[in-house]
């Protein structure tokens, strides 16, 4: 709405006329400043806005933060523990195919050659049909590993199950050090090779290569 000066008349007095009885000016109510008023408008602006057609009241800043924050924590537990999952997932050992012969391989005996580049003597015990104990110990004593084995079973052409060449092991060398291996033993029975490794690895330690002493 436009404003019009009159000459001689205050602006402020005449958006704030005053009340007369008689002649007499009874009651003007506070004059505001510009400033003031203009704030009064602003204040009086609604808190909704509209979004997409409709109106929504704005969210207050404390609020918004404390939602932002939680986000924001949830989001960093997620990734977290994701980490940890990844982190705690162990690949399954991958060992040599396995392979039935005519008749079942021998595993129990004495065998001598190199395990890890060490020469000695390997020593096979059976615990129970397709378990086996043993140890190997080498030339100079400076290692001796003590190993738990176990016969692989898998079909033969007929579908059933039956014993194959090769055990898998885990050793121990009573100093801490622990991990996983294999053996595979020839159709002649006279020859074992292999590998190990450390804790769920089954190679990287160095190969087996022994033959059988007790014949």
């Not at 005996?109 to 378990?131: D, Q």
């Amino acid at each position: 709405m436009a404003r019009f000066l009159v000459r001689g008349v205050d602006p402020v007095v005449a958006d704030n006329p005053a009340r007369t009885v008689d002649g007499r000016v009874v009651s003007r109510r506070p004059a505001r400043s510009a400033a003031s008023r203009r704030a009064g408008r602003g204040a009086s602006i609604s808190s909704r806005v509209a979004v997409g057609g409709r109106s929504e009241s704005l969210v207050p800043g404390s609020q918004w933060i404390a939602r932002s924050v939680a986000t924001l924590c949830a989001t960093a537990l997620s990734v977290a523990a994701a980490a940890c999952a990844h982190r705690t997932k162990v690949a399954e050992p991958v060992y040599p195919e396995a392979t039935v012969y005519a008749r079942d391989p021998q595993f129990v005996g004495e065998w001598v050659g190199e395990v890890g580049g060490m020469w000695g003597i390997l020593t096979l015990g059976e615990l129970e049909p397709h378990r086996f104990f043993g140890s190997f110990v080498a030339d100079d004593a400076s290692v001796e590993y003590v190993l738990m084995l176990d016969q692989s079973l898998v079909r033969d052409d007929r579908g059933a199950e039956a014993p194959s060449n090769r055990v898998v092991f885990t050793w121990q060398d009573g100093q801490g050090g622990r991990g996983r291996g294999w053996l595979l033993v020839n159709r002649e029975d006279t020859a074992l090779t292999g590998a190990y490794g450390y804790d769920n690895a089954v190679q990287g330690l160095g190969e087996w290569t022994l033959i059988r002493s007790d014949t």
